[in-house]
């Protein structure tokens, strides 16, 4: 299970139900005769490869490297609890996956299962995203990882299908890019073998932007405009809320078919209602709608993101790792009070991001006006909406290049702080010893000496000091030379006399 076959991308990976890229369904091909009507390009060929060697440019090989090391963590603490057998709506460990915050659109809006299966299929290709197309995994974990019946092969393979001719668009400037989510797909016994697209294995592998989803809350939604609900709500936690959308854009981010509930009415009753009550039930976090109007007319959303009080799993999750609660103290000079204080107003995303942020602008850049008050600037940066702080991927690779070689550096002087401190309890050891030598040496009658010395010369630890002195049994004893000192008491104390 997860195993990730090399030897599979040079195989032709049959689709499940259809073997054409372009999708035979007549509704799909007529939305997609609807986009050439807009006035926007379609990537080239030549487009595509000039965003993958961008995409794949050396700066951004630590980024890489960085998400997948997230990614790798929590997919194999998600096998760990797969083997225990707990179920993944009950874990008590947050298993996140770092998503990519771009505008996407659906052609033929996804199921509920399906939403699932496009996170764990993400999920699971996580970890090696940036090196590879092609991902293995064992179909009872991905039932598991998604809550869905492990003996439903069939609808699973279904659902697969109809996931390949979903087109999703994602804009790039002023141009779009069009593709499947999901490209070739092969399943050999009880393993899935799926081919990603390389545009999106690098977008994906190192976001600009990004936001966390809970795996264990994408399993536990019953509905799929919860789950589109919840990622929109997560997407903007770190502001508080989404901001003002037009219906059109709602309608589009939910799933919701261009003829499916034109009556506002009919999409409160059957859309937005049911989805808060879910959430507000399953969900870490929950959410109030305000309404923009037109006179007496509905026209926007604008959706207040706050913790649920119903439950406990967004503080349970919500924390602080010891090397972020380390820097906040020594990078920035926040005390523990100060700390708590933005870790309960903020989720912890956007406490790292910030971190991440001002660490490069005011340590690593050493900007000339120094910062008087650090819990004041962290604040602002915090609440700020006007996306004034954010890193480009070159100055996270920068970043990231910085905290290894401080890392590194950190580890070195550990390593020597060690060894020193290892070095003196060996010297305190030796003087220990030596004083414990000359104390049982003292109390010796002479015959016992002279009887113990030539014990000493015919044994291992005395060799070197007879041969360098030209010694033999019989010899009058000198305890007393350096030579001697450090060996004899060896040979006292491996005959536990000392």
Request: neutral net charge; hydrophobic residues 40%.
């Amino acid at each position: 299970m997860g195993v990730r076959n090399r030897k599979i991308e040079n195989q032709l990976l049959v689709p499940v139900a259809v073997a054409s890229v372009a999708p035979s369904n007549p509704a799909t091909t007529a939305s997609i005769a609807e986009l050439g009507s807009d006035a926007v390009e379609v990537l080239t060929e030549e487009d595509e490869a000039a965003l993958l060697e961008r995409l794949s440019s050396i700066d951004m090989a630590r980024l890489y490297l960085s998400n997948e090391s997230e990614g790798k963590r929590n997919y194999q603490q998600s096998l760990d609890l797969f083997r225990e057998g707990v179920p993944v709506t009950q874990v008590k460990e947050e298993l996140l996956l770092k998503k990519v915050s771009q505008r996407v659109r659906f052609i033929n809006p996804l199921k509920l299962l399906q939403s699932k299966l496009h996170n764990a299929l993400i999920f699971v290709a996580r970890p090696t995203m940036s090196t590879q197309q092609v991902f293995s995994v064992s179909l009872d974990y991905l039932s598991w990882l998604v809550d869905h019946n492990v003996n439903d092969y069939a609808y699973l393979k279904a659902s697969l299908s109809e996931m390949q001719q979903a087109l999703m668009q994602i804009p790039d400037g002023n141009r779009w890019f069009s593709t499947q989510m999901i490209q070739d797909v092969l399943i050999e016994g009880t393993t899935l073998h799926y081919k990603i697209p390389a545009f999106l294995c690098r977008l994906y592998a190192a976001p600009d932007r990004y936001h966390h989803v809970s795996m264990r809350m994408n399993a536990r939604f019953k509905s799929k405009y919860t789950l589109n609900l919840y990622e929109l709500l997560r997407e903007n936690l770190w502001r508080g809320e989404t901001g003002y959308m037009t219906l059109d854009e709602f309608r589009e981010r939910m799933g919701v078919g261009p003829e499916e509930y034109t009556e506002f009415k009919r999409l409160s009753m059957r859309v937005i209602q049911p989805a808060l009550v879910e959430l507000e039930s399953l969900g870490d976090i929950f959410a109030s709608v305000r309404y923009g109007r037109e006179k007496r007319f509905v026209t926007s959303l604008n959706f207040v993101i706050v913790q649920n009080p119903n439950s406990k799993l967004l503080s349970e999750s919500a924390y602080l790792d010891p090397g972020r609660y380390k820097e906040l103290r020594e990078e920035f000079g926040l005390n523990q009070k100060q700390i708590k204080e933005i870790a309960e107003a903020f989720p912890i995303e956007r406490i790292e991001a910030i971190s991440d942020v001002l660490l490069y602008r005011y340590v690593l850049n050493r900007q000339k006006n120094p910062v008087k008050n650090w819990f004041s600037l962290f604040r602002s940066a915090l609440r700020d909406e006007e996306d004034r702080y954010l890193l480009t991927n070159s100055e996270k690779a920068e970043l990231s290049l910085f905290r290894e070689k401080r890392q590194q550096a950190a580890l070195l002087e550990d390593n020597q702080r060690r060894e020193r401190e290892l070095e003196r309890r060996r010297t305190a050891a030796r003087k220990h010893q030596s004083n414990r030598m000359d104390e049982y040496w003292a109390q010796l009658p002479e015959s016992s000496r002279q009887e113990l010395w030539d014990g000493f010369l015919s044994s291992p630890e005395g060799k070197h000091f007879r041969q360098a002195r030209k010694l033999s049994p019989g010899s009058r004893p000198d305890v007393t030379h350096p030579l001697a000192r450090a060996s004899f008491a060896d040979y006292l104390n491996r005959l536990e006399v000392i």
